[in-house]
């Protein structure tokens, strides 16, 4: 049986499986929870998403998953997943309180929300709460100058390709990338180091982004990204 060493700390891109296998634990811990009226299922599963926040060294979610034969081709990055996890929480705070502040209906009312919304991303893959921490990224502004965040100098437009850290295609599509654009304005931009490239458009690493003079974003590949799709983005320039 292998598994994943467990850092101390969350980071920057994680396994794509990892935050729904944690979605569904916790769904399905506050679904038992409303089933059975149960509030103390409820502090479980807040607990877990606590330890999870943490980080991975310090969550049995996290032990348990790393247990599994799994090996991811891409990863994810953390930053939207653990904004989900704090509105997951914070919810679950709030539900605690109710339960045991004699506001029963409501506190279920939350518990289920929280189950519904969980089991529907870990079902889907579509994680609602990462959605909107893109959304308001954007909103506060701190991924819209891109120019600024990522220091592309020059007039552009620019070539963005976007790595982590233990990501097994990242090697194979960065070079792919250097390779088609010999000349180009072409930006190495790691997870580790700039983690508000999560709030690009990508819910997969290795990308390639083009990003316009304007500063604007072009066109974006993710996943697999060999010599065709390198020769594409290289085009989408102009």
């Known amino acids: 049986m292998s598994t994943f ?9 994680v396994h794509p499986w990892a935050p729904r296998f944690a979605q569904a634990i916790t769904g399905l811990l506050c679904l038992e929870a409303v089933l059975f ?20 060294r310090w969550s049995p979610v996290a032990y348990l ?51 519904a919304v969980a089991l529907f991303s870990a079902i889907t893959g ?8 893109k959304q ?5 502004g701190a991924a819209h100058d891109l120019k600024k965040a990522f220091g592309l100098q020059g007039e552009g437009p620019w070539l963005l390709v976007v790595t982590a850290p233990n990501c ?17 304005a072409v ?5 580790d180091e700039h983690p508000e490239a999560g709030a690009l458009p990508i ?16 066109m974006v590949k993710t996943g697999r990204i060999g010599a065709s799709e390198a020769a594409e983005l290289v085009s989408a320039l102009g």
């Open 168 to 184: 097994p295609r990242c090697p194979a599509a960065k070079q792919a990338i250097h390779d088609a654009a010999p000349g180009r």
């Open 136 to 140: 308001v990224i954007r909103r506060v």
């Open 203 to 218: 819910w997969s690493v290795p990308a390639g982004i083009v990003i316009t003079a304007s500063g604007d974003v072009g």
């Open 126 to 133: 579509i994680c609602i709460g990462c959605i909107a921490w």
């Open 5 to 13: 060493s467990l850092p101390a700390r969350t980071p920057a891109a």
């Open 187 to 191: 930006v190495d931009v790691d997870l």
């Open 37 to 56: 009226q149960t509030p103390a299922v409820v502090i479980v599963a807040a607990v877990l998403v606590l330890l999870g926040m943490i980080g991975p």
């Open 65 to 115: 998953f790393a247990l599994l034969p799994v090996r991811p081709a891409e990863l994810e990055p953390s930053a939207p997943v653990r904004f989900a996890q704090s509105i997951a929480l914070s919810m679950m705070a709030a539900a605690i309180g109710l339960l045991y502040g004699g506001l029963e209906t409501a506190g279920w009312i939350v518990v289920g929300v929280v189950a």
